[in-house]
């Protein structure tokens, strides 16, 4: 399969994954508002089971959406690709917090990628993607990245556009 349409088939779950939080995220948090002994949270309050949930359900929405244009089974792979995704996240949000950067502030390079590499780490149990494949998520991700953070700040739906 060409790398640009293997990029395409895990990046629209992932992308639409990571972006569902922001729409349908909120309620109890992932964490339940514990903290490790850094004094830190875990993850914060902005990584919620509802923020997960509806990232799985989009995540295999999209799968669904895509097998029927594709013809072909493509859920198994959007599922890994999205949980991946997430898990992504989650590992960047844990990683800030270590380094005690709150909630909505940046950490260039993490908050771009974390979600991509989880998805591709993932989906790599499956089927590893070429080379290729991942090299255009890496490039492709962070400008993408910028402009829906910069439009989802511009819809009120974020406090920062980073």
């Given at each position: 399969?060409?790398?640009?349409?293997?990029?395409?088939?895990?990046?629209?779950?992932?992308?639409?994954?990571?972006?569902?939080?922001?729409?349908?995220?909120?309620?109890?948090?992932?964490?339940?508002?514990?903290?490790?002994?850094?004094?830190?949270?875990?993850?914060?309050?902005?990584?919620?089971?509802?923020?997960?949930?509806?990232?799985?359900?989009?995540?295999?929405?999209?799968?669904?959406?895509?097998?029927?244009?594709?013809?072909?089974?493509?859920?198994?792979?959007?599922?890994?690709?999205?949980?991946?995704?997430?898990?992504?996240?989650?590992?960047?949000?844990?990683?800030?917090?270590?380094?005690?950067?709150?909630?909505?502030?940046?950490?260039?390079?993490?908050?771009?990628?974390?979600f991509v590499i989880g998805a591709v780490l993932l989906v790599s149990v499956m089927a590893p993607p070429p080379l290729g494949t991942i090299l255009i998520l890496i490039c492709v991700t962070p400008p993408i990245h910028l402009?829906?953070?910069?439009?989802?700040?511009?819809?009120?739906?974020?406090?920062?556009?980073?």
């Amino acid at each position: 399969m060409n790398d640009w349409i293997l990029a395409l088939y895990i990046v629209c779950p992932v992308y639409c994954a990571n972006g569902a939080p922001v729409l349908f995220g909120g309620g109890r948090s992932i964490d339940f508002g514990k903290s490790l002994p850094d004094g830190e949270r875990i993850f914060g309050d902005h990584k919620t089971f509802r923020g997960l949930a509806s990232g799985l359900i989009v995540g295999f929405i999209v799968g669904v959406l895509e097998s029927l244009l594709a013809s072909t089974q493509l859920i198994p792979l959007a599922m890994l690709a999205s949980l991946g995704a997430l898990l992504g996240d989650l590992a960047g949000a844990f990683l800030k917090r270590r380094l005690g950067i709150k909630p909505g502030k940046p950490l260039p390079g993490i908050d771009q990628l974390d979600f991509v590499i989880g998805a591709v780490l993932l989906v790599s149990v499956m089927a590893p993607p070429p080379l290729g494949t991942i090299l255009i998520l890496i490039c492709v991700t962070p400008p993408i990245h910028l402009l829906t953070n910069v439009g989802a700040y511009l819809l009120g739906l974020k406090s920062t556009y980073c």
